[in-house]
């Protein structure tokens, strides 16, 4: 086991390249194996969520190929197997599985998901829209058990706008009888990316990106080859990064429309950028302001970045309040951020930072993947060294962490854990 080490101080100044998204990677590697012949998906993040999910794959029998980013999926010989806890807890998109299998098997045995620790993250949506296509689904001993004899397509209004429960409802209906319609379907840019993959095999959706979501079942779906979309939660950490440290950053390889909440904040602070096609330009912003920012569904501001913005509104002068109206509880990054000389306090579900505070380098803990974010921020804005553990959490969501921040100038490494350090972690 590793820890991240962060030597603070060091400016920002350069070009980095923006990896594929992890959560379409996440939907769209299950959605492969829907199809009865070979799909390619290019621009894959090298990440560990994706390297669990393809031993997933394989574990049902399907033959997965990599080449560099670039992922072959022969699904035509996977076999319904049950998938218990194991590797399923590893990660939360494991839930795709169901949506997979019962779509294509008509049956799926598989464990609870995993995932980051945000508070409580039921799946009652999934099911109630698995349900709704035919299918029973029971709960034995934390293994979930889903089966029907057809599946029929249906009306389902979902009662939370849920990226996960939408997707997984498009991936059991695509080869469902009939038409589904989900109604209050989330919006998210990674749903248009998993919609346009199966549209590619040959699916039948109509309506991603609003909130009514058309699906006219279909018998079988091709091969296609896809390429993913950029990841907007990885670009907008780097462009918070760019904020905080920056002299001239260039994050390519992004779309910019997608970052547009966290775009508008950054402007409020007084962050100093250009936006081009598909590039962003960060200069260097020494007077930031405060502000007040609420967490909502695409295309409000992401959740997923609430914890990296926390860390650089540490850096703002004046009271900001920080609102997570979709994890009410996703805030155990804000007593490492107070170890490091943050003035921050949660009442309910608000962050409340006074700014402006220098952060020092300490002994932290990512707990889980964009805490980790906010840390590696904290640590690059910090004097002196940060050393971050829970470094597993981090490399679940971004590729080359290290490599991307070390070309723009960063001072950051990982060490193996101290003994001391192991202990630590298994009685924490
Ligand atoms: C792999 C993946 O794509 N993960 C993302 C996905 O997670 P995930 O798909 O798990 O998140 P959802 O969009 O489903 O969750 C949104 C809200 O709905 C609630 N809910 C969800 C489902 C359900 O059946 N019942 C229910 O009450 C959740 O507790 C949460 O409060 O969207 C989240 C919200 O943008 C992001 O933080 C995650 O990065
Ligand atoms: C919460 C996240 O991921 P997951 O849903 O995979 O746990 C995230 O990407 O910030």
């Excluded at 035919?134 to 209004?157: C, F, H, P, T, W």
């Excluded at 302001?289 to 409000?300: E, N, R, W």
Aim: proline share 4%; charged share 25%; aromatic share 4%.
């Amino acid at each position: 086991m590793e820890k991240l080490i962060v030597e603070g101080g060091h400016p920002l100044k350069g070009k980095i390249h923006i990896s594929g998204a992890k959560n379409s990677a996440v939907a769209l590697i299950p959605a492969a194996i829907l199809s009865d012949h070979v799909v390619t998906i290019d621009h894959l993040p090298n990440i560990s969520d994706v390297h669990t999910l393809a031993l997933l794959l394989e574990d049902i029998g399907a033959k997965v190929t990599k080449q560099g980013s670039r992922m072959n999926i022969d699904p035509r010989n996977i076999i319904p197997m049950p998938l218990p806890n194991g590797r399923v807890k590893q990660l939360r998109a494991s839930y795709y599985m169901m949506g997979a299998m019962l779509g294509k098997f008509r049956k799926a045995a598989i464990g609870l998901p995993g995932g980051c620790n945000l508070g409580p993250r039921p799946i009652d949506q999934h099911i109630k829209g698995f349900e709704a296509l035919g299918a029973r689904v029971s709960n034995e001993q934390g293994m979930l058990y889903l089966r029907a004899d057809k599946l029929r397509g249906a009306r389902i209004y979902l009662d939370v706008v849920s990226v996960g429960a939408t997707i997984n409802i498009m991936l059991a209906a695509v080869r469902a009888e009939g038409r589904t319609i989900i109604e209050n379907a989330a919006k998210e840019p990674e749903i248009i990316d998993v919609a346009t993959l199966l549209t590619s095999m040959g699916a039948k959706i109509k309506g991603v990106g609003t909130n009514v979501i058309r699906i006219d079942g279909v018998k079988t779906l091709r091969s296609c080859s896809h390429s993913i979309i950029p990841d907007r939660i990885e670009a907008g950490t780097y462009t918070i990064a760019a904020a905080a440290m920056g002299e001239e950053v260039l994050i390519d390889n992004v779309i910019p429309d997608h970052l547009e909440s966290l775009l508008a904040k950054l402007r409020e602070m007084g962050v100093q950028m250009e936006v081009g096609d598909d590039q962003l330009f960060i200069r260097s912003s020494p007077d930031l302001q405060s502000i007040d920012i609420k967490t909502l569904v695409y295309p409000g501001f992401a959740t997923d970045l609430q914890q990296p913005i926390t860390a650089l509104l540490t850096k703002a002068k004046g009271t900001s309040i920080v609102t997570d109206t979709i994890y009410h509880s996703r805030f155990k990054h804000i007593d490492e951020l107070k170890r490091m000389g943050a003035d921050v306090k949660v009442e309910g579900s608000s962050a409340i930072i006074y700014g402006k505070t220098p952060l020092e380098g300490t002994k932290v803990k990512a707990t889980d993947l964009r805490a980790g974010a906010a840390l590696v921020i904290a640590g690059l804005m910090g004097k002196g060294i940060t050393q971050i553990t829970g470094v597993e959490h981090i490399d679940r969501g971004y590729e080359n962490l290290e490599e991307k921040l070390i070309s723009l100038g960063a001072k950051i490494w990982r060490e193996p854990l101290t003994e001391e350090e192991q202990a630590d972690l298994k009685t924490s």
